[in-house]
Structures are given as structure tokens and as C-alpha cells.
């Protein structure tokens, strides 16, 4: 295994309350709201477990007296193992809302699960019937694919004939919510619009006569 | 492309905004090495990120020369990597592509100037796309889907930015490590999708006046070019989730030398560019600030 204070992107001489900071950082990027239907959500998952890994294995360290810098602190090890519990990547999103109305979609929500997009999609061209359930897979597809205009259009008809359905609605108002609290390094507001709004945006011209910003393409 | 990617300069330090210089310069010699004088001109920001992107986490050797822009003073710059090679024959075929693509949105007359430029751009692009085929033929093809989807016209979004974002995604296709080609596609993917995205919006009022394909127009019908708030807010939330998929991608990959200027332009610049665009003060501050150069220029 790395060394887990790498891992962390810590020195070995970090206090505890340090690593407690960077470990949470970590976890807040890498948190499976984060990576929420992301078609890298299974890359984000080896982080978070690698990450998990380090944290335990430098408070168990720590706790044994092993490495004395900082406060020691055994106890800090129980508050922070909670990111590690949340582990609600891919697998379960589809089924833990009871099952599919045929077997046909059944099987579509397996193939999006296990990242076959087009499978999926062919599945959903050779069934005639476009219910509800058909256009919320419809859209979950759509939004992997990276077609997120579509993917709420589809959500959105999923809600209208069925408008008591939780998981459709979720998927709808995960799409009209946004990203507003999708991670940012900073910790700001990530969106177009509550960027601060910057009256003289500064835009980076390198050289002069260089053709920085497409000159010859574009005017 | 356009030039909507570039590094915030307020918020990226002089070392950072430095280093890509020296990206700049390296792909600008790189160019002029493989092709000739001819396609430097080529050179834009837009290439220089993917040329970021394609490239390991170190920075690499580095040395200084005088050049057409820079005649008196040496500039340092990256030298010819087998990165900077491969981009340097993406941006060939990106760039020849786009001037054919112009040659058949305008009239004879309008069109010369795309004419000429792309037949100065022929024999590069020969080159280039017999060493990168699948990537030219990629680009090929997109581009004539794109063609047929505005000829319909197509009144949706996503099947038009599909095409533009997957034939930039296709320029991670000779990366060799699986992790970092899926981040790699996913990263370009959903840039040339808000590039596609953000050009259409920047392009709202004077496609209203000509009367020529708008994606977004279409798609929310906004005949006149003004953006109501209700459509504004659908069309930031679709940026905003293409922004989103960027910079979940950036975490899974180590970009080394290059994280801070990726990530102060994907977590930032591209709000800010978006936001301007929106706001209509995109294409004022980039004419201020050309004017501004020249005036720099003729001062100096």
C-alpha cells in the first residue's frame, strides 16, 4: 500500500488536527454526491477507499502510540471513519427503489449499472412501450452519455406521467438543482452564475500578435 | 476553436501563468518544427490546453530562442515532446477542419477568407492527418454529422454538442494508460461541449440578425437574441453540469505541474467566461483588451 501520508498529501509532522483537515478534504472531493451517476464513479470509489485506508491506518498509529506528533488523540479515529459508511457508488443506485416493470428494463437498469451505455440504449429502442420508467432510463442513459439537455427532458416526462415516483423526481430535481454544491477547492458556490459575478474579468493575453485567442478562426 | 478557455489571469500566480507560456511556445515551435512557418498561426489557447492535457505531469526540459514575436528578447519554451507532437497534429487537423468548416457556412465571397487560409493549411493537414489518421478521419466525420444536424436544422442541444465534444474527446484516443484516457475523454469531452455550447450562446444576437443556425436559439426559442431568465437559468444549469463532469474528471488523475492552471481554469475560468458570455460582455472585453494590445503595441 502507498504511504498513507502521501495518500493524504501530508508530512509525517502533521498535527492530528491537520490530517483530520486534509483527510476531509480529500473525502469531500472524492464523496460519492460528488460523483453522483458520473461515468467515473467507480474511479472516484478507489480513491475514497485508499483514502480510508490512510486515515484509518495513521490514527490506528497514532493511537497506538506509534508516531507521537501532534496531540495524540485515539479518539478521533471513531468521528471521521463515518465518510467511509456513505460507499452508495453505483452498484445499488437503480434497485434499492423496488424493481422494474418488466424484465426488459430490469435488465436495462443492469446494463447502465454496469457501465453499458449501449447496450442499455438498444435494449430501450426495441422496447415499444415508453412509459414512465422507460423515459427515466432514457434519461439516465442520456445523462452518462453526457447529454445532460436531454437527460431532464426525459426526467421530466418520466414525472409528468408518473408523478408520485421518488426516484424520477430525485433525478429531476437533481438535474434542476444544478451543481451548486457539487465541490469546489475553495469551498465558493460552483456555477456560472454565483461566480461573484467579476465586473473586469481579467482575461490572460499571453503576447502581443501571438494568435492567443483565435484570430484567424474566429473574428 | 475559440479562444473561451483561457487561464484566469487575476487568480493564477506569474510562476503558473509563466509555465504556460512556456506551453504556449513550445506547441507554437512544435508547430513551426513539423509544418512550417505557415501553421504557427494557427497556435491558440485552446490547443495549448490540450497540449496540457495530453502531456505527463512534469513539465520537461525547457530552452530560450528569439522568434517572429519575440525578435529581441530569447522567450523560454518547452521543447518537441512526443505530447507536443501528438497535439500539434490534433490541432493541425482541429484547425484545417474549422477553415474547411467556415469555406461551407459562407457565401464565394465571404468564404475567401477561409479559402485561403485553409489551402496555405493543405499540405500540413496532409501530413498531419497521414500520421494521425484515426484521429483525421474522427474529425472528418463529426464534422459532416455536425454539418447535416444545423442543415435540419436540429432544434435540440445535445445531439449538435455531441458532435463537436466527441470529436475533441477523440483526441485522447492514443493515450495509452486506460484511467488516464477515460479521464482524459471525459475532461475533453465536456470542454468541447461547453466550447460548442458557449460559442452558440456568445453567437445568440448576431445569428438573430443573419438569420443563421443557433442551437440555442432553437432550443429556447429566443428569436430576438435576449436570454429570459427562466432560459437563461435552464442553459447555465446544462453548462454548469458539463463544468461539473470536467473537474470530477480533473481529480482522478494526477496532472502534476499542470494541476494549479487546470484547475483555476476549469473551477473558475470557465464561470467567469460563461458568465461574461451571457452577461453580452464577453466579446467587448476581448475587443478592449485587443485594442488596448495594439495601442500597447504602437506606444512601445
Known amino acids: 500500500m502507498n504511504d498513507p501520508y502521501q495518500v493524504l498529501g501530508v508530512p509525517e509532522t502533521a498535527t492530528d488536527e491537520e490530517i483530520k483537515r486534509a483527510y476531509r478534504e480529500l473525502a469531500r472531493k472524492y464523496h460519492p454526491d460528488n460523483y453522483h451517476d458520473n461515468p467515473l464513479a467507480d474511479l472516484a470509489q478507489e480513491k475514497m477507499k485508499e483514502i480510508n485506508a490512510a486515515y484509518e491506518q495513521i490514527t490506528k498509529m497514532r493511537g497506538s502510540g506509534g508516531h507521537g506528533s501532534g496531540s495524540t ?99 429531476l430535481e437533481f438535474m434542476e438543482r444544478g451543481t451548486q454544491s457539487a465541490y469546489h477547492p475553495n469551498g465558493t458556490p460552483f456555477g456560472t452564475d454565483l461566480c461573484g459575478g467579476n465586473p473586469c474579468l481579467t482575461l490572460c493575453c499571453l503576447y502581443s500578435l501571438c494568435n492567443g485567442g483565435g484570430y484567424v478562426l474566429c473574428c | 476553436m475559440y479562444g473561451y478557455v483561457r487561464p484566469p489571469a487575476g487568480i493564477l500566480s506569474e510562476e503558473e501563468l509563466e509555465r504556460f507560456r512556456r506551453m504556449y511556445c513550445g506547441l507554437c515551435h512544435t508547430l513551426g518544427q513539423r509544418y512550417g512557418t505557415a501553421a504557427r498561426f494557427i497556435l491558440n489557447y485552446d490547443f495549448t490546453y490540450l497540449a496540457i492535457l495530453l502531456s505527463g505531469g512534469d513539465e520537461g526540459p525547457s530552452t530560450a530562442a528569439r522568434c517572429m514575436v519575440s525578435p529581441l528578447k530569447k522567450r523560454d519554451y518547452l521543447c518537441t515532446t512526443d505530447a507536443l507532437a501528438l497535439a500539434a497534429d490534433e490541432s493541425v487537423i482541429l484547425a ?133 431568465p427562466e432560459c437563461r437559468r435552464e442553459f447555465t444549469a446544462t453548462l454548469d453540469h458539463s463544468v461539473h463532469m470536467i473537474t470530477t474528471a480533473l481529480e482522478l488523475w494526477d496532472f502534476g505541474v499542470w494541476t494549479p492552471v487546470l484547475e483555476s481554469t476549469f473551477y473558475t475560468g470557465l464561470f467567469h467566461v460563461g458568465k461574461s458570455v451571457l452577461d453580452g460582455t464577453f466579446r467587448s472585453i476581448r475587443r478592449g483588451q485587443r485594442k488596448k494590445r495594439k495601442n500597447g503595441e504602437e506606444t512601445a
Open chain 2, 96 to 228: 484545417y477542419w474549422q477553415l474547411r468548416d467556415g469555406v461551407a457556412d459562407h457565401d464565394w465571397l465571404h468564404g475567401m477568407k477561409y479559402r485561403s487560409l485553409s489551402a496555405v493549411l493543405e499540405p500540413a493537414y496532409r501530413k498531419a492527418s497521414a500520421a494521425r489518421p484515426a484521429f483525421a478521419e474522427s474529425t472528418r466525420r463529426q464534422l459532416a454529422h455536425l454539418a447535416e444536424l444545423e442543415a435540419q436544422p436540429c432544434a435540440l442541444l445535445d445531439p449538435p454538442a455531441d458532435a463537436f465534444a466527441s470529436l475533441l474527446g477523440a483526441a485522447a484516443q492514443e493515450v495509452d494508460h486506460p484511467v488516464r484516457r477515460r479521464v482524459l475523454e471525459q475532461i475533453l469531452y465536456h470542454l468541447g461541449r461547453w466550447i460548442y455550447l458557449i460559442d452558440a450562446a456568445d453567437d445568440l444576437k448576431k445569428d438573430a440578425k443573419t438569420g443563421s443556425y443557433n442551437p440555442v436559439a432553437l432550443r429556447y426559442g429566443l428569436w430576438d437574441g435576449v436570454w429570459t
Open chain 1, 73 to 171: 488523540s485515539s479518539r478521533q479515529s471513531s468521528g471521521y471513519g463515518g465518510y467511509g459508511s456513505y460507499g452508495g457508488y453505483g452498484g445499488s443506485t437503480y434497485r434499492q427503489y423496488g424493481g422494474s416493470s418488466s424484465s426488459v428494463l430490469q435488465q436495462v437498469r443492469i446494463a447502465i449499472n454496469t457501465g453499458d451505455l449501449s447496450r442499455a440504449e438498444a435494449l430501450l429502442a426495441n422496447y415499444s412501450d415508453h412509459n414512465a420508467e422507460w423515459n427515466f432510463l432514457r434519461g439516465a442513459v442520456c445523462y452518462r452519455r453526457g447529454w445532460m439537455d436531454e437527460a431532464k427532458r426525459y426526467y421530466q416526462t418520466a414525472c409528468q406521467m408518473d408523478p408520485g415516483n421518488a426516484e424520477y423526481r430525485q433525478a
